[in-house]
């Protein structure tokens, strides 16, 4: 079971750090954020390879969002820097299926386990 945390009521350009608790099941697997916002559809954020050693991002939210991962902690993590009011979503943490090849990543069906989401909101 994956469950997401981290999120709050922030300013625009103001940073936050989202965590996912991914647990063991997840350690040999991908694992991504998504979001989504009222009245839209999830959409990818970022992905990051089951080592560490690979990442892919949205163009969105490049340059300003990283995503890393402890293996020790089989957390992932979601660094948001200068945030902007577009940010504004429930955001969720995802496991990339077995055997699922690092291209469309944007894909939700190729995540087979998805925790609940955290709320992040961005005044302007």
């Known amino acids: 079971q994956l469950q997401a945390s981290g999120g709050g009521l922030v300013q625009a350009g103001d940073s936050l750090r989202l965590s996912c608790a991914a647990g063991r099941r997840s350690s040999n697997n991908g694992v991504g954020w998504f979001r989504q916002a009222p009245g839209k559809e999830r959409e990818f954020v970022a992905t990051?390879?089951?080592?560490?050693?690979?990442?892919s991002y949205a163009d969105s939210v490049k340059g300003r969002f990283t995503i890393s991962r402890d293996r020790l902690k089989n957390t992932v993590y979601l660094t948001m820097n200068n945030l902007k009011p577009e940010d504004t979503a429930v955001y969720y943490c995802?496991?990339?299926?077995?055997?699922?090849?690092?291209?469309?990543?944007?894909?939700?069906?190729?995540?087979?386990?998805w925790g609940q989401g955290t709320q992040v909101t961005v005044s302007s």
């Open positions: 995802a496991r990339l299926g077995y055997g699922a090849n690092w291209s469309n990543l944007f894909l939700t069906h190729k995540y087979d386990y």
């Open positions: 990051i390879g089951w080592n560490g050693g690979s990442a």
